[in-house]
Protein backbone atom coordinates (compact mmCIF):
# COMPACT_ATOMS: atom_id res chain seq x y z
CA UNK A 1 0.00 0.00 0.00
CA UNK A 2 2.63 2.41 1.21
CA UNK A 3 4.88 1.51 -2.30
CA UNK A 4 1.43 2.31 -4.09
CA UNK A 5 1.40 5.53 -2.47
CA UNK A 6 4.45 6.58 -3.13
CA UNK A 7 4.51 5.75 -6.50
CA UNK A 8 1.41 7.76 -6.96
CA UNK A 9 3.27 10.51 -4.78
CA UNK A 10 5.50 10.90 -7.64
CA UNK A 11 3.75 10.78 -10.36
CA UNK A 12 1.48 13.37 -9.39
CA UNK A 13 4.78 15.63 -8.55
CA UNK A 14 6.42 14.89 -12.46
CA UNK A 15 2.82 16.15 -13.24
CA UNK A 16 2.74 18.97 -10.84
CA UNK A 17 6.56 19.73 -12.46
CA UNK A 18 5.54 19.30 -15.65
CA UNK A 19 1.96 21.51 -15.91
CA UNK A 20 4.26 24.63 -13.99
CA UNK A 21 6.31 24.32 -17.45
CA UNK A 22 3.76 24.61 -19.56
CA UNK A 23 1.49 27.11 -17.24
CA UNK A 24 4.89 29.83 -16.58
CA UNK A 25 4.53 31.98 -19.67
CA UNK A 26 0.20 32.23 -19.31
CA UNK A 27 0.30 32.27 -15.49
CA UNK A 28 -2.41 29.86 -14.78
CA UNK A 29 -1.05 27.44 -12.08
CA UNK A 30 -4.43 25.93 -10.59
CA UNK A 31 -3.70 22.43 -12.39
CA UNK A 32 -0.01 22.59 -11.78
CA UNK A 33 -0.96 23.59 -7.78
CA UNK A 34 -3.53 20.60 -7.88
CA UNK A 35 -0.87 17.96 -8.31
CA UNK A 36 1.47 19.39 -5.99
CA UNK A 37 -0.34 18.86 -3.43
CA UNK A 38 -1.44 15.97 -4.18
CA UNK A 39 1.40 14.62 -4.33
CA UNK A 40 2.48 15.99 -1.44
CA UNK A 41 -0.96 14.54 0.82
CA UNK A 42 0.25 11.10 -0.65
CA UNK A 43 3.95 11.13 0.07
CA UNK A 44 2.45 12.40 3.67
CA UNK A 45 0.31 9.42 3.61
CA UNK A 46 2.48 7.12 2.75
CA UNK A 47 5.32 7.98 5.16
CA UNK A 48 2.71 7.87 7.86
CA UNK A 49 1.81 4.20 6.93
CA UNK A 50 4.84 3.30 6.77
CA UNK A 51 5.35 4.51 10.61
CA UNK A 52 2.03 3.00 11.36
CA UNK A 53 3.18 -0.52 10.54
CA UNK A 54 6.68 -0.52 11.59
CA UNK A 55 5.57 0.62 14.88
CA UNK A 56 2.94 -2.02 14.89
CA UNK A 57 5.45 -4.72 14.00
CA UNK A 58 7.79 -3.61 16.73
CA UNK A 59 5.12 -4.03 19.71
CA UNK A 60 3.84 -7.72 18.32
CA UNK A 61 6.83 -9.92 18.76
CA UNK A 62 7.09 -8.71 23.08
CA UNK A 63 3.36 -9.84 23.27
CA UNK A 64 4.19 -13.18 22.01
CA UNK A 65 7.22 -13.39 24.53
CA UNK A 66 4.83 -12.62 26.83
CA UNK A 67 2.43 -15.88 25.84
CA UNK A 68 5.94 -17.87 26.01
CA UNK A 69 6.65 -16.32 29.75
CA UNK A 70 3.17 -17.45 30.65
CA UNK A 71 3.10 -20.87 28.71
CA UNK A 72 6.83 -21.55 30.66
CA UNK A 73 5.66 -20.53 34.10
CA UNK A 74 2.57 -22.55 33.78
CA UNK A 75 4.86 -25.49 33.22
CA UNK A 76 6.75 -24.53 36.16
CA UNK A 77 4.38 -24.56 38.43
CA UNK A 78 3.15 -28.11 37.13
CA UNK A 79 6.79 -29.44 37.28
CA UNK A 80 7.18 -28.17 41.29
CA UNK A 81 3.59 -29.89 42.11
CA UNK A 82 4.78 -33.22 40.24
CA UNK A 83 7.79 -33.04 42.63
CA UNK A 84 5.85 -32.02 45.96
CA UNK A 85 3.19 -35.44 44.70
CA UNK A 86 6.44 -37.62 44.97
CA UNK A 87 8.05 -36.15 47.51
Known amino acids: MRIF ?20 PSG ?15 LITGALIAEHRESQTHKSPPSAEKKDDKEAGVSRVNVSKEQEKES
Not at 10 to 24: G, I, N, R, T
Not at 28 to 42: H, P, S, V
Open 5 to 24: LFLCSVLSLLLAAHKFSLAE
Open 28 to 42: QYKGALFFLLMGIQL
